[in-house]
């Protein structure tokens, strides 16, 4: 019975490391080419450098959630006029694992975006998505690339509620 127990309890160290590394805290940071596009109007400005911090918590193997503050650059209107476009979200992150070192995810949530025009900013909040891959250099450390897509525009006269920006990204995730 006392090497059922010992054989009990050694497994239950060995795998709990396992265990651990599928849930958890992280935090991240994403840089990228942010291009911006809208219906029936020429942008002199539609793309720019991205910047995104993230935090999230992975729930279990297959599902985290992230808050994100985005920095989707600037966008050139067609007065000539150059606007800063930023935005918080916050979404649900679907995982599969390939293997120990490489999963891909697919996230789905909601965002709220805005575009600094003076005197008032113009904002929107809409559904945002984003698909990319991660490759895990070992159990914090993570690099990732992913696609992002976020509707802007709001109630400005320049720009319409069919305004979207596409985000191409390479970033890091340090897992607690």
Same mark, same amino acid.
């Given at each position: 019975m006392k090497k059922i127990t010992i054989a009990v309890l050694l497994s239950a160290f060995v795998a709990a490391p396992?265990?651990?590394?599928?849930?958890g805290f992280y935090i991240g940071a994403n840089v990228g080419q942010a291009s911006t596009s809208m219906?029936?109007?020429?942008?002199?400005?539609k793309s720019d450098t991205a910047l995104t911090v993230l935090a999230g918590y992975q729930v279990m193997?297959?599902?985290?959630?992230?808050? =994100? /503050? *985005?920095?989707?650059?600037?966008i %050139?209107?067609?007065? !000539?006029?150059?606007?800063?476009?930023?935005?918080y979200s916050l979404v649900a992150v679907g995982i599969y694992p390939f293997n120990e070192e490489w999963s891909?995810?697919?996230k789905l949530g909601y965002a709220s975006t805005s575009i600094a025009i003076t005197p008032t900013d113009s904002k929107k909040s809409?559904?945002?998505?984003?698909?990319?891959? =991660? /490759? *895990?250099?070992?159990?914090?450390? %993570?690099?990732?690339? !992913?696609?992002?897509?976020?509707?802007?525009g709001g109630d400005a006269?320049?720009?319409?509620?069919?305004?979207?920006?596409?985000?191409?990204?390479?970033?890091v995730v340090y897992k607690f």
């Open positions: 396992a265990f651990a590394a599928d849930q219906d029936n109007t020429t942008l002199t400005k193997k297959y599902f985290a959630v992230e808050a =994100q /503050y *985005n920095h989707l650059g600037n %050139g209107d067609p007065g !000539g006029n150059n606007h800063s476009v930023t935005g891909g995810f697919a809409a559904a945002t998505y984003g698909i990319g891959g =991660q /490759y *895990n250099i070992n159990q914090a450390l %993570g690099v990732r690339v !992913g696609y992002d897509m976020y509707s802007i006269p320049v720009f319409n509620n069919n305004t979207k920006t596409g985000v191409v990204s390479v970033g």
